[in-house]
């Protein structure tokens, strides 16, 4: 069962859910060095095994093999260096759209094994992942870039598991009993004038999302699904918040609404800015 935090209110409650803990930070971080320091040593191996080898072909060939190394290094080391910035400093920086991409399809996997190389679990990897992707995309809208249109992709397992009605190809069937929060959701929906729409799984997610092409999608999940799926529709940006689970995995979860909210207000801020 996933530990519920208390939940901050007001102006702070805003601050929090816009900004990875400081752990969070220093984990993303410290992976991305490690998996620097680790890419060096091996594209220094990767050079000094064959370098007499090199000599033997051409007597200019382990010179000019040596600064393909470097700028390679040199590009990777910049381009984590640069995403480091990003998540210190919460601000957008040169290529950070092009960054967040190659971070969202490429980086995670392998920050996943370094980090387990590291002590650390595959959950615990993740959530900084999630928060740094939204730090990056708050930090890509808040520069030139606001959202005009916004969709919030919820999971069918917020729905009541009792409830009868069908509304993962049309939300507003939904009866407002109150049993679970996808009464709370259209709410906000309404109120914010954004889309809403639930999904039973990544197939039905990503149709949802071909068929109404928002620029910025909410989505709520868990560790699998929701980190998947911000890699799925990278370089669409997508701001990812986990749901609750007191019942365990895909049954009655729960999301907190005051969250969602202080997210989509941010949103939509920028967005009529």
Do not use: W
């Not at 859910?17 to 890419?39: D, M, N, T, Y």
């Not at 007499?52 to 000019?64: D, M, N, T, V």
């Not at 560790?223 to 370089?235: A, C, F, H, M, V």
């Amino acid at each position: 069962m996933e530990k519920q935090n208390s939940t901050p209110s007001g102006s702070a409650f805003s601050d929090y859910v816009h900004k990875p803990g400081q752990s969070e930070r220093r984990l993303f971080i410290a992976l991305l060095a490690l998996f620097g320091v680790l890419s060096s040593v091996l594209l220094l191996l990767l050079y000094i095994v064959p370098y007499y080898g090199y000599g033997r072909i051409s007597p200019h060939l382990p010179f000019l093999m040596g600064a393909l190394s470097a700028i390679f290094g040199l590009a990777l080391l910049g381009s984590l260096g640069l995403l480091a910035i990003v998540v210190a400093v919460g601000h957008d920086v040169p290529f950070s759209r092009k960054l967040r991409s190659v971070a969202m399809k490429v980086l995670l996997p392998v920050l996943i094994v370094v980090g387990r190389l590291a002590g650390f679990r595959r959950e615990e990897v993740q959530h900084a992942f999630v928060a740094v992707n939204n730090e990056l995309v708050l930090a890509h809208c808040r520069n030139g870039s606001p959202p005009r249109t916004i969709l919030l992709l919820m999971p069918h397992c917020l729905q009541d598991s009792d409830c009868q009605v069908k509304i993962t190809h049309r939300v507003e069937n939904c009866k407002r009993c109150g049993k679970c929060r996808i009464k709370d959701l259209l709410t906000l929906s309404e109120q914010y004038g954004v889309s809403l729409a639930v999904a039973t799984g990544g197939t039905v997610a990503r149709r949802i999302v071909i068929d109404r092409r928002p620029d910025l999608i909410i989505a709520v999940a868990c560790e699998r699904d929701l980190t998947s799926g911000i890699q799925d529709t990278t370089p669409l940006p997508v701001y990812g918040i986990f749901n609750e689970r007191p019942f365990g995995p895909c049954l009655n979860t729960q999301v907190a609404i005051d969250r969602v909210e202080s997210v989509l207000k941010e949103f939509c801020s920028l967005r009529q800015g």
